[in-house]
């Protein structure tokens, strides 16, 4: 199955540590489709969680994704999607993913 940037995949994340978000959870793909055509079967993903703390760096989906919850941008990691079990479950608007790649930018400066 094909997948592209702001997909919403479900996937195992269990093998976390600490406070990494583990188990079978939603996550946003944030890697873009050229990475993810030339880096087969890898991408870039930010966990989703269903826990509203109210932090910062949480930010809450938006309504007709394919799922509910808040993207944690500071759980950024690069999966091996032929190493674990996924499925698609819907994507958001390129509004809403141009928003959280901005986020991440400015996280990083």
Known sequence: ?????FDIIVIDLNGARGHEQKGYRPALVVSGNRFNKYVKGKVEVLAISNTDNGFPLHIKLEKECGTTG????????????????WRKV????S????????LLIELYK
Do not use: P
Not at 70 to 85: G, S
């Open 90 to 93: 819907g994507s958001v608007s």
């Open 1 to 5: 199955m094909k997948i592209n940037q």
């Open 70 to 85: 808040f993207v944690h941008l500071e759980d950024k990691r690069t999966l091996d999607l032929t190493a674990r079990k």
């Open 95 to 102: 509004k809403f993913g141009k928003h959280i790649i901005q």
